[in-house]
């Protein structure tokens, strides 16, 4: 297993578009969070899967953003009419009782 | 306000010295405190772990110290190296599970 894989790497697009990331957690990790990172600042967490479950999600995620993980397994991370505001790093981890967050090397997004 | 903070923002040293980041916090109830090491456009990777009852924990150069009285840790790196240039993060997690994350300290260690 090679850790907690993130897709694409790097998206640039345009305001008012949609885009949509993808988390692939290690394998055996019941638990699946996404967080946003600006430069200089520490993660902030915007939602977190039990499974298939969304138990929690911050008021950061405001109604353009929407995150699923069907069947428990992979994640994805859809914003819709993006911002300016919304360029960051998107960052997913994933982690099993006990253990520390696994994170993956996130998703770049610049909105021009 | 952020219920974790961490200080000094940044700092350079030169290899081989060593260096001490401080981390102090008011999240109640406490339940642990992780360092997370993040070099620059990759994902944080944890360092430490420790419980309110554990005051130290090593990993190799690092090692962190846990006050739960006072509500501060600190990681010390020792003998710093090029590689240990990177963002050091502070998270503190609460009874209920959730996790709360500093906003880091940069080091730039130095030839």
Known sequence: DTG??????????????????????????NRLYWYRQTLGQGPEFLTYFQN???????????????????????STLEIQRTEQGDSAMYLCASSDV?????FGNGTRLTVT | KNQVEQSPQ?????????????CNYTVSPFSNLRWYKQDTGRGPVSLTIMTFSENTK?????????DADTKQSSLHITASQ???????????????????????TQVVVTP
């Open chain 1, 4 to 29: 907690v894989s993130q897709n694409p790497r790097h998206k640039i697009t345009k305001r008012g578009q949609n885009v949509t990331f993808r988390c692939d957690p290690i394998s055996e990790h």
């Open chain 1, 52 to 74: 298939e479950a969304q138990l929690e999600k911050s008021r950061l995620l405001s109604d353009r953003f929407s995150a699923e993980r069907p069947k428990g397994s992979f």
């Open chain 1, 98 to 102: 006990g253990s520390p967050l696994h």
């Open chain 2, 10 to 22: 940044s700092l350079i040293i030169l290899e081989g010295k060593n260096c001490t980041l401080q």
């Open chain 2, 58 to 66: 090593s990993n190799g150069r690092y090692t962190a110290t846990l």
């Open chain 2, 82 to 104: 090029l590689s240990d240039s990177a963002s050091y993060i502070c998270v503190v997690g609460g009874s209920w599970g959730k996790l709360q994350f500093g906003a880091g």
